[in-house]
């Protein structure tokens, strides 16, 4: 079992649509949580942290369940310049590494 | 602001050649991660280094190394490449040891024919 798993997706989704994504880590001592955002062919970027009380920064929103090892991401209202690879990362206790998911391709159609 | 600069951006070697990709941090960035991703993956990592010492390792071929110098940049030697070294190769940076957030380079691409 991978140490992070994601919804393979692909997410095709027309504008305007709620879209979620979750990811489920096996490592219970895991530290910290992010959902990260690569465009084709360039670099992951941070898209926001996960904090244990939730979090919410405009039309996205991130949860997580330390009970059941996951987190999730929420997009509303989804737009065009939406589309992309949302990646699930994981830092565990010896947090030299961050853990990548496979990562959930969202393509939004006008 | 400044972000992590990696170079080169593209490279073309033949099997069993040498290659040399370089990290420069952002500037105070006392961490470096190097990750490979290959076509359709999500990135793997490989290693990383922590105030110039290897702080932990992951898949990284023993035909594969890497270390941080004095001013923090940070280089990954690759030898006798093999095809399936094809990737794109990131390096990120943090500051302080697992503080979560990492910046990523653009990226340098490894073609080998």
């Known amino acids: 079992r991978k140490e992070v798993e994601q919804d393979p997706g692909p997410f095709n989704v027309p504008e305007g649509a709620t879209v979620a994504f979750n990811c489920t880590y096996s490592?219970?001592?895991?530290?910290?949580f992010f959902w990260y955002r690569q465009d084709c062919r360039k670099e992951p970027k941070l898209l926001m942290s996960v904090y244990s009380s939730g979090n919410e920064d405009g039309r996205f929103t991130a949860q997580l369940n330390r009970a059941s090892q996951y987190i999730s991401l929420l997009i509303r209202d989804s737009k065009l310049s939406d589309s992309a690879t949302y990646l699930c990362v994981v830092n565990g206790t010896n947090a030299g590494k961050s853990t990548f998911g496979d990562g959930t391709t969202l393509t939004v159609k006008p | 602001a400044a972000g992590v600069i990696q170079s080169p951006r593209h490279l073309i070697k033949e099997k069993r050649e040498t290659a040399t990709l370089k990290c420069y941090p952002i500037?105070?960035?006392?961490?470096v991660y190097w990750y490979q991703q290959g076509p359709g993956q999500d990135p793997q990592f490989l290693i990383s280094f922590y105030e110039k010492m290897q702080s932990d390792k992951g898949s990284i071929p023993d035909r594969f190394s890497a270390q941080q110098f004095s001013d923090y940049h940070s280089e990954l030697n690759m030898s006798s490449l093999e095809l399936g070294d094809s990737a794109l190769y990131f390096c990120a940076s943090s500051s302080g040891w697992g503080t979560g957030e990492l910046f990523f380079g653009e990226g340098s691409r490894l073609t080998v024919l």
């Open positions: 500037p105070r960035h006392d961490t």
């Open positions: 490592n219970s001592a895991s530290q910290s």
